[in-house]
């Protein structure tokens, strides 16, 4: 069951392939502001999904982030997502995130619950 409250925490470490240089969102080796926005999606999807109904997921329809501190290649980085609001299949989380010395990054993310066929059949 959907209620507020549901967290999940996700890691990666900084590796080449998610740096700016590499992602194309800058020009350094330091853990990409994309990266930092998928790492806070993917907490924020799988502190949800085991409480959804069979045949649905989540699908992101808005991020509202700041990256506040660069991390560079090694550093372990987390992102956190804890559910704040359900209202019917709107779905809004706080995200944050951070690294070995602390926060680099926090926002409000909002997903939406779909039926899976039934969202794909409109890619097809």
């Known amino acids: 069951m959907l209620k507020e409250g549901l967290t999940h925490t996700s890691r990666v470490k900084v590796a080449l392939e998610n740096c700016a240089v590499t992602l194309g ?10 990266a930092m926005v998928a790492l806070m999606e993917n907490a ?4 949800v ?14 991020m509202n982030t700041t990256h506040i ?27 944050s995130a951070a690294d070995q010395v602390g926060a680099i ?12 066929e039934k969202f794909m059949s409109k890619v097809r």
């Open 25 to 34: 969102s800058g020009d350094m080796e330091v853990f990409a502001t994309p």
């Open 44 to 47: 924020a999807m799988n502190a």
């Open 49 to 62: 999904a085991e409480a959804l109904p069979e045949g649905s997921t989540t699908v992101g329809s808005e």
């Open 69 to 95: 501190k660069p991390s560079g290649i090694g550093t372990e980085v987390s992102a956190t997502a804890v559910l704040t609001s359900v209202e019917g299949r709107k779905l809004t989380f706080k995200v």
């Open 105 to 116: 990054g926090e926002g409000v993310h909002v997903r939406y619950v779909v039926d899976r």
